[in-house]
């Protein structure tokens, strides 16, 4: 009854069938019209129709018999076909219905013009689309198209590029995930490195802001590579094809190509060069791979541990033959070449510095040993004596001068200094990878490419500055280390100084590693710096001083010692050597000082030391409120100075004089600079260092006496002169005796003489302390006692014996002075006596009874054996015929009347001498002390010199008054 159809009713009645579904009433009538109901007719009118969420498994084989034209009747069954729908038509209408009728053409949107042109390739494709832009049901396709694998290379490489990757990614591999899947269309037009981003984006690094999960069981991106990216990979060709055009050759393969073993093939290490570069997608892989080392190293790692490269696919077994075949040999050759070349780029990309990557660097090396066939290395945790050791030119870098060659952009570039896969490299690379582990075993962690540019680009003081990061952390628990733990940190650093590389040459001064462009002197002083710093001090004498092999001269030992012992005193803040900076300062000369026993500085540094202590238990402040530290002595431009600070702030500290005084010769001793110094070097001149502490004694103390004098001890004051400040016997200096006959100006030349060179021996501290104390008043409004007065006069008389002549005139007015106040009160006491004796004498008053010796019902106490005393005379003769008084006559009077009562030696000195002066004075005293071993008392001596100095003043002063002395009256 079917044939009795018109062919528009058949074509009606096929449409109507096929949008019902019916694919068993079509199997069975489109067989007994093929005079009407040609191939591509139905397969438009089912491309039109037929719902696409029929499952195709209903309909492939039907599509696959129309195509053929071959009807199996085994397979048909014997269905009734229902003719009524079409017969009731109108044969008009039926006619009209057909000419309407707007049947799809079988041209797939994406069909390449190269592609076979048979009808059930492209009704496969097109139904595809369709399935995929109607319903979305992408799982419908594999039904479709399987069926048709081998039918020929073009449906097998279209299905397993594009259909299989996107089946994996939406179905399988992340069907948990909500986001929209593309269309087949679009996926279809990806291309480069945007078809490559696509298909990673779940195991790529997670931008800032994404919600996207990272976790690992989510991320794994072997597989993705393997599954997604590799099938894609398979289509390569065809999307190359696709741009060139139909006049760019055939669709196939070359079917001669060798197949490859199944064992996992050696990359060749012929290197990387311009020619290599293919500009296949897998390129675009590799540096993808380059750039999420930088984020997410682990992955990759664990990427490459799990990848073989190229030929290592899952094309999910619809290509019978090995996986590699999809390439070409030459390509796949170049292609596993870079893949070995982004292995190597990865390490060197990434920025983290962890343990975790420095292990996973170590994974991919133990990866690309079995890759280029080389010996696997050892363990990250293998003692430096048994790690590798490369090549020392193996270790320079000469065609890279720049950092940039280590940006993630340039590290894929052919015939890349670090990462061409040759034995060089690889090497080099395990030389990186142990570095930084042996840093992250020093607590200072850095990354693998820092470590690169330390070892390639970085200056030595960079190296250096680098070393001293090292030590101070590893300084920081320091004291935690024992000597063990320190050898086997040293080990590490010289490990990566040299990198193992001539280790037993003495004589080299630089080593290999990254710490090599180091000074080998540099780096040991450095070492021993850090043992002397961390307290180990036993450990660096048995290396520094003890051991056979010379590490370093010892006057750089002793040169490194003494300066971390002066930073330790410097960074203290209390001057106690029991405590803080200056006990390790202390600790640190006291070890090596044993090592050192002719040092002058550790000399010097232990006087520094004794001195600061010694500060340390007065109370100080500096400028501006700042408490004081040990590091002012070193920078203040006067450290004796500081004793007067010291006297100024503590009460009564004045009276501690031999305590200061130790402590001023220490400064001295500690070889301190103070201004005027000039290039006094005490290390080279021991007379002079002795003389500068003779000079810090009494500047000392004078300083004390100043202060003694403003809290009013004027006892103390005078007993630190006398005691401390005036010059004995022997420091006097006296010129030679002139003959009698000489005139009169050269013997007080030579009296002038004598006393400069006492002034310049005592540089003027003496002189200025009597002077001081010499003219000294108490604040108090009550007179001076007569013992007063004399000590001012002793003082004063020294300060004249001792001050230059410039200093005379001031300090003979201060003298005049306090002589006019003592004679004075002897004329008052004088008086005093005088009149009680008359009082009892006379009696005077008519109440006064015999032997009643009150005066105004007082008593007066008696003095005992006190004889009248009578101030000798200080006026010459004022006869007719002599000169008035001169300044002279004055000073010279003034002292032998003051040398008569207050010193009686001098009287008797000059009697057995029968000279005059200073020099017969200073002549007769030695003489007696030597002769009678008696003691010259001071005061007799500076009488002495003063009643000599007056002389020496009679010329001078006496013509600046205007008047002649008497002698020269007389000769006149």
Known sequence: MAKELSAAKATLLTIHYASEGNIKALHSFTPTRLDVLQPELILRILLTYLPESIEPAEYTTYVGEVSSRLYLDIEREDVDVDISPAKALDEEQAEKKVKKLKLMEIKPPSFPPHAPTDLLTRFLCQRAYRIDSETGLLNLVPQLIEPFLDRNDFIRTWYVSVILPLMRLEFEYYSADNTEPPSLTGFEKLEGKEGVDFLLQNVSAPKPGSKRSAEPAQRDAARDIKGLVGPWMYGHTERKRRKMGPQEGQYGRDDDTAELNNRMRKISLTGVGEEDKTGHDWEYVYSWMVVQAREDFPTIAETVEEWDGPGDVDLGGFDSRDARSYLDEDTQTKLESQYAQAVFATCYAVQTDTEETVRGAHGILVRLAALLDFVPPPDLATSVDSLPKTERQAAHLEASTTTADLEPDALLKPEHALTTPRF?????????????????????????????????????????????????????????????????????????????????????????????????TTFEEEMLSCFTETSSYRLAIELYLKSSQSYLPADRIEDVVLQE????????????????????????????????????????????????????FYSLTLQHGQPFQPVSIRVSKDPIGLISKVLEQNPSSYTKVDDLVHIGRNLVAAGLQSEGDGNYNAANDRHELELRQKDAERRVALMAVEVALREDDFETSYSYIMNRLSPSSAELEAPKEEPRSSKQHSRIASKTSARSKAAASDDDVSWRAAFLAGRYRPASASPPSLRRLEQRTELLSLALLLAPVSQLTEILAAWRRCEEEMTSLQSAQQQAEQDFDDH???????????????????????????????????????????????????????????????????????????????EDSVESLSSEGEGDGQRVRKRDLIASGVSGAAGGLASGLGWVLGATPAQQQERG
């Open 565 to 616: 012992a002066m930073e330790a005193y410097d960074g203290a803040s209390k001057g106690n050597r029991t405590r803080g900076g200056v006990k390790k300062a202390n600790d640190i000369i006291t070890a090596f000082r044993p090592h050192f026993p002719h040092s002058t500085r550790f000399q010097q540094a232990i006087a520094l030391i004794s001195a600061t202590h010694a500060l340390s």
């Open 424 to 520: 060089e490299t690889y090497m080099l690379l395990q030389m990186m990878v142990y570095t930084s582990y042996q840093f992250i075993g020093l607590g200072y962690p850095i990354s693998l490419v820092n470590a690169a540019k330390l070892h390639f680009y970085a200056s030595p003081d960079e190296q250096l500055a680098m070393l001293k990061k090292l030590l101070h952390v590893l300084g920081k628990n320091g004291s935690r280390k024992d000597d063990a733990q320190w050898t086997a940190d040293r080990a590490k650093l010289i490990w990566l100084w040299n990198w193992g590389i001539d280790s037993g040459d003495d004589t080299a001064t630089n080593g290999a590693g990254v710490l090599g462009k180091i000074n080998k």
């Open 840 to 918: 009892a004498d006379k009696r005077q008053t008519a109440s006064a009874l015999p032997g009643n010796f009150t005066i105004q019902n007082e008593e007066p106490d008696l003095v005992l054996n006190q004889k009248r005393r009578e101030m000798g005379r200080m006026t010459g003769k004022t006869g007719e015929g002599e000169a008035p008084v001169s300044m002279f006559d004055l000073t010279r009077s003034a002292a032998q009347a003051f040398s008569k009562n207050a010193f009686p030696l001098r009287g008797v000195a000059r009697a057995e001498t029968g000279g005059s002066g200073m």
